[in-house]
């Protein structure tokens, strides 16, 4: 492997900077007001994510019912920059026809939560989780509205990724220590839990390994964006071991499928650019078995907590609490209400997709589906350019982690499918 190369992209379709020539006052204001919107959009991706990873330690609770994560205060803080942008026409916006459809969707389904609140057995933490929705409809909406700029996704890819490097060796840094006193640890620390008793995981700053892994996948994605010279490779390998660690078994194993099957995709483009990154994978992938296997073999604790929890799919299947909570459901078509799956369980179904049709009937559930398959649609036929195309697989992992997580309200989705709307927008404007 070498260095990635100083000259320009060319994958990327980045060419040599025109000679600077002199601005007229209105071109300047037009500059400025560009440049304005491109760090807005990078500001409103990066702290969002970033309220994402340190939810742990930052979350608090308003009442007995109601409890503040980070992303909720960042959202707030965002919605008000953006409306002070707009105040001062300092940003420019665009809703393409691409991105109107799931803005719908999004929408409706966001309007349908506050409904369901008057039927929701929990009226107070019904009505703070449909304001939260709404929170993420208007972080969707400022994403996929924003009008951006190549050059702005690369920066963003850049970002995301190194970022996901940084959490990735903190977290391996929190967990080894706790990985060293084993068995004198507690149920749960900073950077680390032992679930359920069977394994100790790796979370960085997030509330849970599952999450992590989630939130974290989108930097492995965008660390595979453009060569890899041995920084980012070594970038690569950390995040890479930071998922392993955390053994999220249905993410490991969804991740890992969506780059397999990347290729497949990306021949959409021609096969010269599925063996460029194919030509990626290979070397990542055997680092990341060898490492893993190593680990497992060297480490007795480790081999410990990989065993736990295979065997744990047989014999704590979700199955059991899935066929519960789909028992629960009072009014098929209207659904129970907002937040009535976790009161009547006790806990999350672990599924996003059953809790939707639960508290949302058939009407959300089916609002909830066009909104996911209109943005994977989309994400196939128009973002599979190097600097787009690691969004449509965090969108992917968003969708496929669905069916064994509860994410409903999780910000997470409007933050992909933002991107990917804009980086889709980006596509369509540079059609003759």
Known sequence: MTEISPEPDQEHG??????TVPMTPSARSEATTAAGTQGLFLLVVSLTLLS???QGPLEFQATAQVGVAPWNLAIMLIVLLTLLRLGSRGITTLISDTALTPLVFFFLMSSWMLLSVAWAGRPVLSSATAIAQVGNLLLLAILSSVAIQDST?????MIVFWGGVVVAVLSIALFLPALL???RVDKQGLGWVFDRGLAL???GLTNGPNVYSLYLSISLFTGLDRPVGRRR???LVAIGSALLLA?????VVAIAGILLVSPLILSLRGRKYRGTYTRRLAPFFATILVLGTTGVVLVPTLRQFVVARVDSVHKESRLPKWSEAAHLINHPVRGNGLRSADEALGHFSHNTYLDTFVELGVVGTLIWLGFILSVVAIGVLRCTEPRSFPWLQGWLTVVLGS??????????FSVVAGVLLAAAKLREARRP
């Open 153 to 157: 996704l690369d920066r963003l890819n």
């Open 14 to 19: 980045e060419s040599a900077s025109p000679a």
């Open 201 to 203: 995981r790796a979370r």
């Open 181 to 183: 006193r084993f068995p």
């Open 52 to 54: 994402l990873h340190v």
């Open 233 to 235: 490779f070594l970038g």
């Open 247 to 251: 053994m999220s078994r249905s993410l």
């Open 403 to 412: 069916s064994t997580f509860s994410l409903l309200y999780n910000p997470f």
